[in-house]
């Protein structure tokens, strides 16, 4: 058995090439291993090592795209072989399998030079264990990674053991987390991804494993490895997401206030704070049903309404409609035995199997996560998305739903595929259905909204995998309501977007527990307009009021700024939709020519053209470092000179945020919500911008 801790790499019996490499009509080189045989390309977007395994499983389309195989050469020895093609050359070693990849007469990637007193290489350049493949790159003495989807803790990968395994994470504390992907990428110019929907683990740097070397481990019987190219992160991404796929740009509508609450008991409480949203004149687009809102806990989930609390729910649609509320409802892909909606997909095989009795699988949950805090949810059946007729079932059962007025879906869990004797209709079971689970049911969510949405197909998915950012968008799931909650938030939303996804949004204030902190709130506000979407959630009240007073006036300003900046974002949207790049951008990926500023984590650029620092802390200290060149304070208009770091003592209701010399901020009307906007939001020309125009708040 692979021991993940402390391998012992003595035991790992490597890849060796053991004939003669053959040129395919396809560009492709055919090269026979010990292992199997494995094809290796050059493409335009790097290299790529596949096994014929990969051609016979499922895939679940994943890649929207292929990448295109450069016409190649080869030339080989009983040692060697080498492969060129443009102005690329792959040299490659065959006892063990090594390599050194070159661009341009440039090393780009090669096999890490960690020796052995016997064997060449210590840790495997290649090989195959029980558990999956192993492959490792070389990693500079000073060179960081990023990627590897949503992390909490910092944004350099290096050093750390990573598990790309989606988890019900319970919060931001520690390495598991509820969004992953197999992709990360190196400011030196390469980046790798793994295409496979099976767990993958990396040691980037990892000294348990090798400091010098970056090893991946594939818990799985395919191979397909990418080796991308690119001169910074920016590009990396860009040719990340056009193999995955990038996202189409949200409503408009999506850009405001999300209010929601775990939860609102009944209908008076839901109506009350909507017109105390509108009394006191708080902006805001959508108010949120979470799940016991307006589902029986005990029957869920089924696409009803809770009988004993909503006898009419088209009226309660109605009346939040009159007051220009969006609605978002909850849901997750689980059926309650108690339904009896459980039987009939049962019957017709659209749950998943137990393997050991062919029955629908019968999902428990760990009641020590929910105590006296969150209600014990019912054994469940998990819905079975391989299966066409469930999908379809799935995707057409939303129709009612949107009928009715609903405009988003909060698409929460996804995570219970845990065990291997969970069987899917196509085969596939356990480890290799887990994480690709949480891609079907976001795809399937999301083509129900783009069918029956009136307003515009959007959704928040807590769960993602590799290709999930093409269904926008997704929130950070259950932080703690204290200051390390915000801050890991934030990183898991720079590190989510450094691993190709745009979109991002946290639960503002926290989830757990109702701390009542005035400054937590105030300060996690004013972070979250400088997100994609901001969202106020938690357990307990989460409107402004419910706060300090100057907590209230201070997030209330904040959100009137988000309002304001509505064009800036929209526009930043659409540029992300079609780069890959998210809205919200870590040091190293605004900046990857001055290092300096990539150790600074917790600040980030919002688009192009704002530079934003958060307060983390109750004493409002902030220390922020401004890249070379002139920058203007946002938005009261001091100068500063870059390359500068700064130490700010802010009021309650300041932010610290600076733009670029020579950039403008196009400023949009201070409105309730965006029923309210006027002008042409798709060309902003025509708007006031700062700093010509002062923003009135």
């Keep these: 058995m692979f021991e993940l801790s402390t391998p012992d790499w003595n035991s790992v019996a490597q890849t060796e090439i053991t004939g003669k490499c053959q040129l395919l009509p396809s560009g492709k080189v055919l090269i026979p291993t010990n292992h199997g045989e494995l094809t290796l390309s050059i493409t335009e977007m790097g290299v790529r090592i596949q096994n014929e395994h990969q051609f016979t499983v499922n895939d679940y389309g994943i890649l929207v795209n292929q990448p295109s195989v450069f016409a190649a050469s080869i030339t080989s020895s009983s040692t060697h072989t080498q492969i060129i093609a443009q102005n690329h050359s792959i040299d490659i070693q065959h006892r063990p399998f090594a390599f050194e990849w070159k661009k341009s007469g440039e090393i780009k990637q090669k096999t890490p030079n960690d020796g052995h007193f016997v064997r060449q290489f210590r840790l495997p350049p290649m090989a195959k264990t029980p558990q999956g493949w192993l492959f ?3 990693l500079g003495a000073e060179e960081a990674v990023y990627g590897l989807g949503e992390k909490w803790s910092g944004l350099n990968k290096r050093g750390q053991l990573i598990r790309s395994y989606n988890h019900d994470a319970l919060g931001v504390n520690a390495e598991i987390s509820y969004k992953n992907t197999p992709f990360a990428w190196s400011p030196k110019g ?46 990396i991404i860009e040719q990340y997401t056009h193999l995955t796929g990038r996202s189409p740009v949200p409503p408009l ?19 009350a704070t909507a017109k105390a949203v509108r009394d006191n004149h708080l902006p805001c687009d959508v108010i949120t049903l979470d799940g016991r809102a307006w589902q029986d806990t005990d029957t869920r989930f089924a696409f009803e309404w809770d009988p004993k609390r909503f006898d009419n729910p088209a009226a309660v649609i109605e009346a939040l409609k009159e007051q220009n509320f969006k609605v978002c409802i909850w849901e997750y892909p689980l059926v309650s035995v108690q339904n009896k909606l459980f039987d ?59 009928d009715l007025g609903v405009d988003m879906i909060k698409a ?11 069987l899917a209709h196509n085969g596939d079971s356990g480890n290799r259905l887990h994480n690709v689970y949480s891609l079907l049911y ?46 890991g938030s934030i990183r898991g939303a720079l590190s989510w977007g450094m691993s190709g996804a745009p979109f991002f949004a946290t639960d503002v204030g926290g989830f757990y527990k109702d701390t009542r902190d005035s400054i937590l709130f105030a300060r996690w506000t004013q972070a979250a307009v400088f997100s994609a979407h901001i969202r106020l959630h938690g357990i307990g009240q989460r409107e402004p009021w419910s706060y300090a007073t100057d907590a209230e006036n201070a997030a209330n300003k904040a959100i009137i700024l988000r309002y304001q900046l509505m064009p800036y974002i929209y526009n930043t949207m659409k540029q992300s939709s079609k780069s890959g790049l998210p809205v919200m951008r870590a040091m190293a990926l605004a900046f990857p020519d001055q290092r300096l500023a990539h150790s600074f984590e917790l600040q980030f650029m919002f688009g192009d053209s704002l530079l934003v620092a958060p307060c983390t802390n109750p004493e409002g200290r902030v220390t922020v470092y401004l890249p070379q060149g002139n920058w203007t304070r946002f938005p009261n208009k001091q100068k500063y000179a870059g390359h500068q770091l700064l130490e700010l003592t802010l009021e309650l209701d300041e932010i610290a945020v600076f733009v670029p010399e020579h950039h403008s901020i196009p400023i949009g009307a201070s409105v309730e919500n965006v029923e309210m906007l006027t002008g042409d939001y798709e060309h902003t020309d025509n708007l006031p911008h700062w700093p010509d125009h002062d923003i009135n708040q």
């Design 136 to 138: 490792s790159v070389d």
């Design 412 to 422: 929460d869990f996804g995570e219970q595929v845990e065990d291997d004797n969970m």
């Design 190 to 235: 390469w980046g790798l991804f793994v295409h496979t929907p099976s767990p993958v683990t990396h040691a980037v740097g990892y000294a348990a494993w090798s400091q010098r070397g970056y090893c991946v481990l594939i818990e799985d019987q395919a191979l397909d490895i990418f080796l991308l190219d690119g001169e910074n992160g920016a590009q």
């Design 253 to 271: 509508w999506s850009l405001g206030l999300i209010l929601s609450k775990a939860y609102y008991k009944d209908v008076p409480e839901l109506l």
């Design 344 to 402: 009939e997909m049962a019957r017709k095989g659209w749950l998943l199997k137990d393997k050991r009795t062919g029955e629908a699988y019968r999902y428990q949950w760990d009641m020590s996560a929910f105590a006296e805090v969150l209600t014990p949810l019912p054994e469940s059946g998990i819905v079975d998305f391989t299966h066409p007729e469930a999908y379809q079932f799935w995707l057409t059962s939303h129709k009612p739903l949107f």
């Design 442 to 487: 976001n795809r399937c969510v999301y083509e129900a909204a783009e069918k029956y949405s009136k307003t515009g197909p959007f959704l928040f998915s807590r769960s993602a995998w590799t290709g999930s950012q093409r269904f926008p968008s997704q929130w950070g799931g259950d932080p703690q309501a204290d200051w390390g909650g915000l801050i």
